[in-house]
């Protein structure tokens, strides 16, 4: 069993705990063992052990209970967006994208009003309009898809998609620098199909619509 060597202590216990954590040894919901049992598997006082806790409390990897105990809230610390995204290979942001996007595309299709036709409408108008400089096609491109989103009426999906934004922008640039669209007719028809799916009220052309597009984008990447 891990024990703490060095100083400083609570952070070595921090430490000792997370690793068992994330090795599965608690699983999501359970409960720690007390504290005397627990500072004494750690080799730490029981001061040390509830400053261990706090940290992870503070990570939210853990939840003290007042008189039940200490369990267990998350399997790891989760990192926020902005470190996730700016180590995501684009790849991998794409993936995401299609999986957030196709299921947005599906719920607009179910929920849109008048009002976001008309927005959509417009979207797309403003992308076939875009100016000649690749950062105005791609700035349209991303309001039009982010327009879909709006449409599905869920705020979650519209505040994940809102993080990917400045990381795709970036990568999306860099390649249509080295790869221009081989044909940008067809790309803006399978936008239009999109609008059509949404506006026919058919979710699951909606989302295979989306599907496809994204997936079509994501093998640009992979063969750059």
Same mark, same amino acid.
């Given at each position: 069993?891990?024990? =703490?060597?060095?100083?400083?202590?609570?952070?070595?216990?921090?430490? #000792?705990?997370?690793?068992?954590?994330?090795?599965?040894?608690?699983?999501?919901?359970?409960?720690?063992?007390? @504290?005397?049992?627990?500072?004494?598997?750690?080799? #730490?006082?029981?001061?040390?052990?509830?400053?261990?806790?706090? @940290?992870?409390?503070?990570?939210? =990897?853990?939840?003290?209970?007042?008189?039940?105990?200490?369990?267990?809230?998350?399997?790891?610390?989760?990192?926020?967006?902005?470190? #996730?995204?700016?180590?995501?290979?684009? =790849?991998?942001?794409?993936?995401?994208?299609?999986?957030?996007?196709?299921?947005?595309?599906?719920?607009?299709?179910?929920?849109?009003?008048?009002?976001?036709?008309?927005?959509?409408?417009?979207?797309?108008?403003?992308?076939?309009?875009?100016?000649?400089?690749?950062?105005?096609? #791609?700035?349209?491109?991303?309001?039009?898809?982010?327009?879909?989103?709006?449409?599905?009426?869920?705020?979650?999906?519209?505040?994940?998609?809102?993080?990917?934004?400045?990381?795709?922008?970036?990568?999306?640039?860099?390649?249509?620098?080295?790869?221009?669209?081989?044909?940008?007719?067809?790309?803006?028809?399978?936008?239009?199909?999109?609008?059509?799916?949404?506006?026919?009220?058919?979710?699951?052309?909606?989302?295979?619509?989306?599907?496809?597009?994204?997936?079509?984008?994501?093998?640009?990447? @992979?063969?750059?």
């Amino acid at each position: 069993m891990s024990q =703490v060597q060095r100083h400083p202590l609570a952070a070595q216990a921090a430490d #000792v705990l997370l690793t068992r954590i994330r090795a599965g040894e608690w699983a999501l919901g359970h409960k720690l063992p007390g @504290e005397t049992t627990l500072a004494a598997q750690l080799g #730490v006082g029981r001061s040390t052990l509830r400053e261990a806790i706090r @940290e992870l409390s503070g990570k939210g =990897v853990l939840e003290s209970r007042q008189g039940a105990g200490v369990f267990v809230t998350a399997l790891d610390i989760t990192e926020d967006w902005d470190t #996730v995204l700016r180590r995501a290979d684009i =790849v991998t942001v794409i993936e995401a994208r299609i999986a957030i996007e196709a299921e947005a595309a599906a719920l607009a299709a179910a929920r849109r009003t008048p009002a976001d036709l008309r927005a959509l409408w417009r979207a797309l108008t403003a992308r076939a309009e875009a100016g000649d400089t690749l950062e105005s096609l #791609v700035d349209a491109d991303t309001a039009f898809h982010r327009t879909v989103i709006a449409a599905a009426h869920n705020d979650i999906l519209t505040q994940m998609f809102d993080a990917f934004v400045p990381r795709l922008r970036t990568a999306m640039i860099d390649m249509l620098r080295i790869r221009p669209m081989p044909d940008p007719a067809a790309d803006h028809h399978a936008h239009e199909l999109l609008v059509d799916a949404i506006r026919a009220r058919t979710p699951e052309a909606a989302a295979t619509t989306s599907r496809l597009h994204l997936t079509t984008l994501k093998s640009a990447f @992979e063969t750059r």
